[in-house]
């Protein structure tokens, strides 16, 4: 067994191209250590709708440019298969470790497979990668991003033509052709041959942010951003100064990039402590508000001035954020479909019917969001926001921080602000209220021993309140396909269990519904809705065993 890992591991290293991951693996193999090198040669990295994701390192279980050759010699057999040849490949990357190398990997086995490459001209948020894919009618795209994950990991996200990342059955068919590719030194990869392009795509891109916005609208708010060390920051400022916002207060010690995220535990704004240093700078600058993005600023964070809030300010839900902007869009007039996935508030759907709007609820994702037909508006609970479908078909934190910045500055014209229109909604709708039980693991078997204790022993009850059905999304239902997750209905109240497509984490998601009674009611109705989400986290952890 031992012999066979090391063979594994020496053939590994004849053909890897990187030094650093060349020494890696050679001080392994002198140190003779198995374990690590049974880690690295557990199996292979598995392309699915997410793409890849994983730590940086030597090995099939490691993002390096072995695994990313192999991977893009797979995505260009799976094009050409499927009568592409010739065409054009987009590829981005953000400034982790190791992107622009993958970049750069990738624009070489397009050129080699006789596609043609473009790369951005540096790193530059997803969404311009996403918009660059349809404004330049290519016929896949690539971005190099493990978006808001540690340090030590990368990843590497697949489009196709229509701008929408990749869903079934298109990932099944593109890791067949992964796998089907034999040594590196069969995949040929040119020294040149690809084009770098300049800033004429982001300028595109930037001059279509400004649709966003409707015209002479109110552009008075003031805002503290935060890139969190990630690529946002020169595309944001861009965005906020042709729009005639006020520019942005950067929190200097995250405004430029830095794959190390110095700063950050983990370098995602829904994570405790990360928002501290753009606190420390709002309590100085009083903003209207504070505005963050994940690193390659495809998520977008609120934050809003609230004295009830521990240092004076208060992170907005994804859910919250999701609910504003649609009636933000909806003050405005637009038509068209809302939608979001099945893990995110059911207020949405209310927003829509009160409207005489179209609504849709999906799979988790953006990929499976942005298809919804006749889309105006889409949006999930992780700080996710398509605010702009016909320009990006994905998430974009750059046009949803444009969106939420002109909302603040309608209201704060007519002296309100983004907390009283979430109280107009609660009055309107019912106080809906969300939550996540989040459970990071190092053993995946965790997870799964999670979900087969709830498929064999569904709880009767959570906090008191009754389950009355209980779902399980791998057998499909009759508006969507098979998933790996669990949705109860309560009285009141809804849970999703389901593990994370893109980290290590088991998620459940709660959404509780309190009746107000009027104004005077909101305090009783929020103290009501903590005191159940807080009953249905600790009843939902028993059933579960985490």
């Known amino acids: 067994m031992q012999q066979d890992l090391i063979a594994r591991a020496r053939t590994w290293l004849a053909e890897d191209p990187d030094p650093e991951t060349r020494e890696e693996l050679a001080a392994l193999l002198d140190a003779?250590?198995?374990?690590?090198?049974?880690e690295r040669f557990a199996g292979?990295?598995?392309?699915?709708?997410a793409g890849l994701r994983g730590e940086i390192g030597a090995g099939p279980m490691?993002?390096?440019?072995s695994v990313v050759i192999r991977a893009a010699a797979g995505l260009a057999a799976y094009l050409?298969?499927?009568g592409d040849t010739g065409g054009l490949v987009v590829i981005g990357y953000d400034a982790r470790y190791k992107s622009a190398d993958f970049a750069r990997d990738t624009a070489a086995v397009m050129t080699g497979a006789g596609l043609r490459a473009a790369v951005l001209p540096r790193p530059l948020p997803t969404p311009v990668l996403a918009y660059a894919i349809?404004?330049?009618g290519a016929v896949a795209g690539v971005e190099v991003t493990a978006s808001h994950n540690p340090p030590r990991d990368n990843g590497y996200k697949v489009y196709l033509g229509d701008g929408s990342q990749i869903v079934p059955p298109a990932d099944a068919e593109i890791a067949a052709a992964i796998a089907a590719v034999g040594p590196l030194d069969g995949v040929p990869r040119p020294e040149n041959g690809w084009e770098v392009l300049g800033d004429e795509v982001l300028d595109a891109y930037l001059a279509r942010t400004d649709a966003v916005l409707a015209a002479g609208s109110p552009r008075t708010a003031r805002t503290v951003y935060t890139a969190m060390h990630g690529v946002g920051a020169s595309v944001l400022t861009a965005a906020f100064a042709r729009a005639g916002f006020p520019e942005p207060v950067l929190v200097a010690e995250q405004a430029d990039p830095d794959p190390a995220f110095p700063t950050v535990a983990f370098p995602n704004p829904e994570e405790p402590g990360a928002m501290d240093l753009a606190f420390a700078t709002a309590r100085r600058a009083e903003p209207d508000l504070v505005i963050a993005n994940d690193p390659d600023a495809d998520r977008c964070a609120v934050a809003v001035p609230d004295r009830s809030a521990e240092g004076g300010w208060r992170m907005l839900r994804g859910d919250e954020v999701g609910a504003l902007l649609a009636a933000h869009l909806?003050?405005?007039g637009v038509t068209g479909v809302l939608a979001e996935s099945i893990v995110s508030s059911s207020l949405l759907g209310r927003i829509a019917e009160k409207a005489g709007l179209g609504y849709e609820e999906t799979l988790t994702g953006f990929k499976w969001i942005a298809r919804v037909d006749g889309l105006r508006y889409g949006y999930e609970e992780a700080l996710g926001y398509c605010v702009d479908p016909e320009g990006v078909r994905d998430k974009d934190g750059i046009t949803a921080a444009l969106l939420v910045a002109e909302l603040a500055s309608v209201l704060k014209e007519r002296g309100r602000t983004l907390l009283d229109l979430l109280d107009d909604l609660a009055l309107d709708h019912g106080l809906h209220a969300t939550d996540q039980l989040s459970v990071r693991v190092e053993d995946l078997t965790v997870i799964a021993d999670a979900m087969r204790r709830l498929r064999e022993n569904p709880p009767a009850a959570l906090a008191g309140l009754p389950v009355t059905s209980a779902e399980d999304l791998a057998r499909g239902t009759d508006r969507l396909p098979p998933t790996d997750g669990l949705r109860y209905q309560l009285t009141g109240a809804r849970v999703i269990v389901r593990p994370s497509g893109t980290e290590p984490k088991l998620k459940c998601y709660l959404e509780v519904v309190v009746p107000v009674s009027g104004r005077d009611g909101l305090p009783a109705a929020r103290a009501r809705a903590t005191e159940l989400l807080t009953g249905i986290k600790r009843d939902?952890?028993?059933?579960?065993g985490i």
């Open 540 to 544: 939902l952890a028993a059933s579960a």
């Open 62 to 65: 490691r993002m390096n440019r």
């Open 80 to 82: 050409k298969a499927n």
């Open 330 to 332: 909806v003050d405005r």
């Open 44 to 49: 292979t990295l598995q392309f699915g709708t």
């Open 134 to 136: 349809r404004h330049l």
């Open 32 to 38: 003779e250590d198995h374990d690590a090198l049974a």
